[in-house]
């Protein structure tokens, strides 16, 4: 799968590539690509465009930084962690 990112004047953003959304808030989106974890951090965003089919997601708002990070490791689930 192809990824792509455009950056428009630092307030409109299309990420290609998408392979699953962690999560999205007004301050920071983080998903994972298919070429690793990304993560979007600014001010106001706001998702405007969600093509599953497609992959793409379109993020609006004034971007302050795109950082890839390191791989997610799976979460342990809660009880597992309290039985420790």
Same mark, same amino acid.
């Given at each position: 799968?192809?990824?792509?990112?455009?950056?428009? @004047?630092?307030?409109?953003?299309?990420?290609?590539?998408?392979?699953?959304?962690?999560? !999205?808030?007004?301050?920071?989106?983080?998903?994972?690509?298919?070429?690793?974890?990304?993560?979007?951090?600014?001010?106001?965003? @706001?998702?405007?465009?969600?093509?599953?089919? @497609?992959?793409?997601?379109?993020?609006?708002?004034?971007?302050?930084?795109?950082?890839?990070?390191? @791989?997610?490791?799976?979460?342990?689930? !809660?009880?597992?962690?309290? !039985?420790?």
């Amino acid at each position: 799968m192809e990824h792509n990112i455009t950056l428009k @004047d630092r307030s409109n953003l299309v990420v290609s590539g998408i392979e699953h959304i962690y999560s !999205f808030s007004d301050k920071k989106v983080e998903v994972r690509t298919s070429a690793g974890e990304l993560v979007v951090a600014g001010v106001n965003l @706001d998702m405007n465009k969600l093509s599953i089919e @497609d992959n793409v997601i379109s993020i609006e708002g004034t971007i302050n930084s795109i950082i890839y990070s390191k @791989d997610r490791k799976p979460q342990e689930s !809660f009880i597992k962690r309290l !039985f420790k």
